[in-house]
C-alpha cells in the first residue's frame, strides 16, 4: 500500500468490494480512515490495532463479519469508533475500556451478544453511545461518570427485566435519551424531567408502569419528541401534554391511562393516544366524533352510540395505496403524516398512525416518498408510492 505517510484516508460510499488489507497496518501516520457505505466483507484485520495515531475509525454500512478484534483496544488516541450496521459477532472485547479518549461510540445494527460492558462507565469522554438494534442484553450498567454525553441511544435489549440506569439523571448535558425496548419496568424518574437539555425522550416498548410524573410544563422545557408507547402507565394524561402546541410531538398509545379522552378521533397530529386508555368512559360531548380509536379493541365505530356520522359498513376487503393517490378500487393515502400522527380514513373502515423522527436524515417531514418504479411507466401506479415512518408505522383495518 502506498502513501505510507498519509493522515486521512476516506474512501466513503464507493461501492468497493472485498475484504480490508491488512497492509491499512503500514500506515504509521494515519489519523482518519473512513470506508463508510461500502459493501467490504470479511472481518477487520488486527491490523488496524497497530495504528497507534488512529483518531478516527468510521467502517459503517458495509457487511463486515467476525468478531471485534481485541488489538483496537491498543488505539490509545481513538476518538470516534463508528462500527455500525455490518454482521458482527460475539461480544465487545474488555480492551476496549482502554479507549479513554472516545468520545463517540457506534455499534448499533450489528450482531454483537454479551451483556453491555460495565467498563463503558469509565469512557468518561463520551459525548455520543449508540447502541441500538443488536443483540446485546441488558443490565445497562452504571454511567454517572459520562458527564459529557449529549446523545444516548439504547434499544432492543434482551434477557431479564432491568430498571433505569444508575446516575441517569446526573446526566444534565443529554440532548437525546432513547432507551427502547430495554424491558425497563418500575416508574419513570421524575428527575428525568429536570434534565432541561433534553430534546428526544424514548421510552417506547419497556414495561413502565405508574403514572406519567411531569404534571406540568416546568418539566421537560425543551422537548421535541416524547415517545411512551408500548407500555402499562396508568393515570390521566397531563393537560400540558393534550394542550401542546404543534412543535412538541407525543406519542402515549398503547397504554393504560384513564380519565377522559380528546373528543376526536378523526385526526391527532402531535399527541398519538391510540389505543392509550383503558376504558371508555363517557361523555356528553355533542362532537361528530367518538372515543372509539382510544379503547383498546379499536372497536367497530358503530358500536359507539355516541357516533352520529355516517355509520361505516362491515367490510370484508380493504384496498389501501399507501401514500398515493386513489387507484381503482385502491383508497388514496394522501394525508402528510407526521412524527405522533394518527388519522382515519374518509369512510372509517381503516387508519393508521406513524411515529417517530428523522433524527440523522434531512427528510425531516417527509413520511410520504416516490419509490423507484415511480419513473417506470410499465409499473403500475399503486407501486409508485410510499408510506414510510422511522420508528412505528401502523394501519388498522376497522369494522372487518
Known amino acids: 500500500?502506498?502513501?505510507?505517510?498519509?493522515?486521512?484516508?476516506?474512501?466513503?460510499?464507493?461501492?468497493?468490494?472485498?475484504?480490508?488489507?491488512?497492509?491499512?497496518?503500514?500506515?504509521?501516520?494515519?489519523?482518519?480512515?473512513?470506508?463508510?457505505?461500502?459493501?467490504?466483507?470479511?472481518?477487520?484485520?488486527?491490523?488496524?490495532?497497530?495504528?497507534?495515531?488512529?483518531?478516527?475509525?468510521?467502517?459503517?454500512?458495509?457487511?463486515?463479519?467476525?468478531?471485534?478484534?481485541?488489538?483496537?483496544?491498543?488505539?490509545?488516541?481513538l476518538q470516534r469508533l463508528a462500527i455500525s450496521s455490518n454482521n458482527f459477532t460475539g461480544t465487545i472485547p474488555e480492551t476496549f475500556g482502554n479507549l479513554k479518549n472516545l468520545t463517540e461510540f457506534r455499534v448499533d445494527g450489528s450482531g454483537i451478544t454479551g451483556s453491555i460492558p460495565s467498563f463503558i462507565g469509565s469512557l468518561t469522554k463520551l459525548e455520543r453511545l449508540d447502541m441500538q438494534g443488536t443483540?446485546?442484553?441488558?443490565?445497562?450498567?452504571?454511567?454517572?461518570?459520562?458527564?459529557?454525553?449529549?446523545?444516548?441511544?439504547?434499544?432492543?435489549?434482551?434477557?431479564?427485566?432491568?430498571?433505569?440506569?444508575?446516575?441517569?439523571?446526573?446526566?444534565?448535558n443529554l440532548g437525546r435519551l432513547i432507551l427502547r425496548n430495554c424491558s425497563i419496568s418500575g416508574q419513570i424518574p421524575v428527575d428525568i424531567g429536570n434534565m432541561s437539555a433534553l430534546t428526544t425522550l424514548d421510552l417506547s416498548f419497556n414495561r413502565l408502569s405508574g403514572e406519567i410524573p411531569w404534571k406540568n410544563d416546568q418539566y421537560l422545557r425543551n422537548i421535541d419528541f416524547l415517545y411512551l408507547t408500548n407500555n402499562s402507565l396508568t393515570g390521566e394524561v397531563p393537560n400540558w401534554m393534550m394542550e401542546s402546541n404543534n412543535d412538541k410531538h407525543f406519542d402515549l398509545s398503547y397504554n393504560n391511562f384513564n380519565g377522559t379522552p380528546p373528543d376526536s378521533c378523526t385526526e391527532m397530529q402531535n399527541v398519538n393516544l391510540v389505543s392509550g386508555y383503558?376504558?371508555?368512559?363517557?361523555?356528553?360531548?355533542?362532537?361528530?366524533?367518538?372515543?372509539?380509536?382510544?379503547?383498546?379493541?379499536?372497536?367497530?365505530?358503530?358500536?359507539?352510540?355516541?357516533?352520529?356520522?355516517?355509520?361505516?359498513?362491515?367490510?370484508?376487503?380493504?384496498?389501501?395505496?399507501?401514500?398515493?393517490?386513489?387507484?381503482?378500487?385502491?383508497?388514496?393515502?394522501?394525508?402528510?403524516?407526521?412524527?405522533?400522527?394518527?388519522?382515519?380514513?374518509?369512510?372509517?373502515?381503516?387508519?393508521?398512525?406513524?411515529?417517530?423522527?428523522?433524527?440523522?436524515?434531512?427528510?425531516?417531514?417527509?413520511?410520504?416518498?416516490?419509490?423507484?418504479?415511480?419513473?417506470?411507466?410499465s409499473y403500475p401506479e399503486i407501486f409508485q408510492t410510499a408510506r414510510i415512518a422511522p420508528l412505528s408505522l401502523k394501519y388498522y383495518g376497522l369494522c372487518l
Open 1 to 77: 500500500m502506498s502513501h505510507l505517510n498519509s493522515y486521512i484516508c476516506y474512501l466513503k460510499g464507493l461501492n468497493l468490494t472485498g475484504t480490508l488489507p491488512e497492509e491499512f497496518g503500514n500506515l504509521a501516520h494515519l489519523q482518519e480512515l473512513s470506508l463508510f457505505g461500502n459493501r467490504l466483507n470479511g472481518s477487520i484485520p488486527e491490523e488496524i490495532g497497530e495504528i497507534s495515531t488512529l483518531a478516527e475509525l468510521v467502517l459503517e454500512q458495509n457487511q463486515l463479519q467476525g468478531p471485534l478484534p481485541e488489538s483496537l483496544g491498543g488505539l490509545s488516541n
Open 278 to 377: 383503558s376504558s371508555h368512559k363517557d361523555s356528553s360531548s355533542t362532537s361528530t366524533s367518538t372515543y372509539w380509536c382510544f379503547m383498546k379493541d379499536l372497536p367497530c365505530p358503530e358500536l359507539q352510540p355516541k357516533y352520529i356520522t355516517s355509520i361505516p359498513p362491515v367490510v370484508h376487503s380493504l384496498y389501501i395505496n399507501c401514500g398515493g393517490p386513489p387507484v381503482g378500487e385502491y383508497e388514496a393515502d394522501q394525508s402528510a403524516g407526521g412524527k405522533s400522527y394518527f388519522r382515519s380514513s374518509r369512510t372509517v373502515n381503516w387508519a393508521y398512525s406513524s411515529t417517530g423522527d428523522y433524527m440523522d436524515n434531512n427528510r425531516i417531514n417527509n413520511y410520504t416518498v416516490q419509490t423507484a418504479f415511480s419513473s417506470n411507466e
Open 135 to 172: 443483540s446485546m442484553e441488558g443490565p445497562i450498567p452504571n454511567i454517572s461518570g459520562l458527564l459529557n454525553l449529549t446523545e444516548l441511544r439504547i434499544s432492543d435489549l434482551s434477557g431479564p427485566i432491568i430498571s433505569f440506569p444508575d446516575g441517569l439523571t446526573k446526566l444534565t
